[in-house]
């Protein structure tokens, strides 16, 4: 529970200073959740897979790419992470 306020009051501390500098100009005056609203949508999407030691990246169409190149009992076990898709 503390890692998780300390990881939220250092992620303001960040948005406070970035809204300071050049490329942080558009998000004065906006409070962090409607800045994170407005840039949701923005960008590539991406899937992270990970288990107990790894953990993988892929962009959305690579990954679609590779699922449908696995075995049904692979498919079944990924299926998971698409309905979170």
């Given at each position: 529970?503390?890692?998780h306020v300390v990881m939220v009051l250092l992620g303001y501390l960040f948005f406070q200073l970035y809204k300071g500098t050049e490329n942080g100009r558009p998000y004065a005056g906006k409070i962090l959740p409607a800045a994170l609203?407005?840039?949701?949508g923005e960008g590539p999407k991406s899937v992270i897979i990970y288990g107990v030691c790894h953990f993988a990246v892929f962009g959305f169409l690579?990954?679609?790419g590779l699922?449908?190149?696995c075995?049904?009992?692979v498919q079944r076990s990924l299926r998971p992470v698409l309905?979170?898709?």
């Amino acid at each position: 529970m503390a890692f998780h306020v300390v990881m939220v009051l250092l992620g303001y501390l960040f948005f406070q200073l970035y809204k300071g500098t050049e490329n942080g100009r558009p998000y004065a005056g906006k409070i962090l959740p409607a800045a994170l609203k407005k840039s949701a949508g923005e960008g590539p999407k991406s899937v992270i897979i990970y288990g107990v030691c790894h953990f993988a990246v892929f962009g959305f169409l690579e990954f679609i790419g590779l699922y449908a190149s696995c075995s049904d009992d692979v498919q079944r076990s990924l299926r998971p992470v698409l309905a979170k898709i």
